[in-house]
């Protein structure tokens, strides 16, 4: 019985919580003229978004307390203007109490062969991956500046109809080039990046270059100063021809400026919210491209546009500079068009700056010619390729087997993972509380039920003491899959399977999405268009995703390279068309 009573009391406790959530939301409307709650009746409206009922003497006990609690809504809001850069005083961290890790060394060793001349059709070489352009560039088989007119030739023409690129910095880019040629032919090699071009998703500063966040509100803004890895990659050597399209606030394939298409299916978009990155870097429009995550914004394009995405342990890479959406989830990584790929611009980008409070200091080190892989146990739940799997998901897992990897049959406990979503809610609409009570949210040009606008709006409803029981369960699952990779090394399944997309996003660990097949499947229709009008389905690519360890990227990086190299999806390339106009 006094498990039952402190448990009332809680709810009790909650229901305050919602009800005064309630009241600020309708107080600070965008007329702020709404009145509180006019009568202890009224709370019952309140209760229902909490899934409580109190009696009237409770009602009144409660009531007496709401004018306090606007009241500290009002003053904040009054006397604190809080920008992106106040980060919570609470900052997640994926590494649980007791939990200790192998210190890595910061280098990098390739498995990959060295692709030795150059191609006489300038689609290969646009098309080869980031560790063979990065070999030419360093062996002198082809210069920097040649390479960034290549891909500004081909944003020119291809761009404009895959609407991926928000801004061009052609001039930038030649000017980057020309001092890396210049660097290089004068005996200093900054590394693996040194001159090759880049497309940065428009979610990152770049002084004096616009970053819009892909949103109508935010479509001039003009930062000062660069966000760290803008800073990484350009004293790496590598040359930025660009920002990239992003759904509006890290939300899907629409932006301010269309929608950003799939190159393999121009008919659909890239999904997102690393649309532009994906897209581009599938079509050949660039060296390798930077995105982020916060529930699915690399694996998802990377999987829809064929690309190699990988999305690194929480804390990694600092975000310093990045617009922030969710600062207890919000990862940068790199999307390539190979695993290895991913290594290189991993290794510049790594590593705390002590301004992001998430930012953890932590070496990568990456050997995949030492890969030993009957040591590597590979998890999966048969389950996740039976029904609902692909001809490409089954083959893919039978190639882990034909490597020789250790096949670990695995099973997560059935919880409702997806409704720590709610807290993603809470944190993106604080993030935005400025664009929601100023009304310029309207500005925004989808406003259907699932988008940005709506969500920022209802989250306001959510209950305080819900979102802190989420936060514990939070805990609970990490507790969950340090256990799971007490058994295993790294998972693999279909990338919408088993919860894996939340579950690893929620607790920190990293990934690697890339594509393992073509097959043919229905177009899906462009974000906001009607659903009931058909278009042909088309082949387009499929993608798998290997789940790694905390601070194991090495190993999702190691297996991925051998599985593409098994199954050699490089020798796909989209069909693009051109469109004039840029």
Not at 40 to 56: F, H, I, K
Not at 277 to 286: I, K, P
Not at 549 to 569: C, K, P, T
Request: hydrophobic residues 40%; neutral net charge; proline residues 6%.
């Amino acid at each position: 019985m006094a498990s039952s009573l402190l448990n009332r009391r809680q709810i009790l406790k909650g229901a305050a919580a919602v009800g005064g959530a309630a009241v600020a939301g309708a107080t600070v409307s965008r007329a702020n003229a709404a009145p509180p709650i006019a009568s202890p009746a009224d709370l019952s409206t309140c209760e229902r978004l909490d899934a409580v009922a109190y009696t009237a003497d409770e009602r009144a006990l409660i009531f007496d307390e709401l004018e306090g609690m606007v009241d500290r809504i009002r003053r904040r809001r009054a006397a604190v203007q809080l920008t992106e850069a106040d980060a919570p005083a609470m900052t997640f961290d994926p590494r649980l109490p007791g939990m200790s890790f192998a210190p890595q060394e910061n280098r990098v060793l390739l498995a990959a062969p060295m692709q030795a001349a150059l191609p006489s059709d300038e689609a290969s070489i646009a098309f080869a991956p980031l560790v063979t352009l990065s070999r030419w560039i360093k062996a002198g088989v082809i210069t920097s500046s040649r390479l960034t007119d290549l891909y500004l030739n081909r944003i020119q023409r291809y761009a404009p109809k895959l609407e991926c690129f928000v801004t061009i910095t052609a001039d930038l880019a030649r000017e980057q080039a020309h001092k890396a040629d210049v660097e290089l032919r004068s005996g200093r090699y900054r590394g693996p990046l040194h001159g090759i071009p880049y497309g940065l998703k428009d979610l990152f500063d770049t002084a004096g270059v616009r970053t819009s966040w892909g949103a109508e509100p935010y479509k001039d803004r003009m930062p000062a100063t660069d966000a760290t890895i803008v800073t990484r990659l350009r004293d790496a050597g590598a040359v930025m021809l660009g920002k990239t399209t992003l759904g509006a606030l890290a939300y899907g394939d629409k932006w301010f400026g269309g929608i950003t298409r799939n190159p393999w299916n121009s008919d659909e978009g890239a999904s997102g919210s690393s649309a532009g990155s994906a897209s581009a870097t599938a079509a050949g429009l660039c060296g390798f491209a930077i995105g982020t995550e916060t529930m699915g914004s690399i694996v998802s394009p990377s999987a829809r546009c064929g690309a190699t995405g990988l999305k690194p342990t929480f804390g990694r890479v600092p975000r310093t500079g990045a617009m922030p959406l969710c600062w207890s989830l919000d990862k940068a990584g790199p999307i390539c068009r190979g695993a290895e790929d991913t290594a290189l611009v991993l290794s510049v980008l790594n590593g705390t700056d002590n301004m992001d409070p998430s930012a953890i200091d932590f070496g990568f080190s990456y050997d995949g010619p030492s890969v030993q892989k009957e040591e590597l146990r590979i998890g999966y739940n048969p389950a996740w390729f039976a029904d609902g799997a692909t001809g490409s998901d089954r083959k893919a897992l039978a190639t882990l087997k034909e490597l020789g990897f250790r096949l670990v049959p695995i099973e997560l406990p059935k919880l409702p993972y997806n409704t720590m979503l709610t807290n993603l809610e809470v944190e993106s609409a604080a993030m935005f509380e400025e664009l929601t009570l100023s009304g310029r949210d309207d500005l925004m040009s989808w406003q259907e039920a699932a988008a940005w606008p709506n969500t920022f709006r209802a989250a306001r409803f959510h209950s305080a003491v819900e979102s802190l029981q989420l936060d514990r369960f939070r805990r609970r699952t990490m507790g969950i899959m340090a256990e799971v990779y007490k058994q295993v090394d790294l998972i693999v399944c279909p990338h919408f399977a088993g919860d894996m997309l939340v579950i690893s996003n929620f607790t920190g660990y990293p990934s690697l999405t890339l594509p393992v097949g073509m097959e043919k499947r229905p177009t899906l229709p462009l974000t906001g268009a009607r659903r009931d009008i058909p278009v042909p389905d088309r082949v387009v690519p499929h993608a798998i995703t290997l789940w790694g360890n905390l601070f194991r990227e090495d190993q999702l990086i190691a297996v991925g390279q051998l599985l593409e190299r098994s199954l050699n999806f490089a020798a796909n390339r989209p069909e693009l068309t051109a469109k004039e106009g840029l």
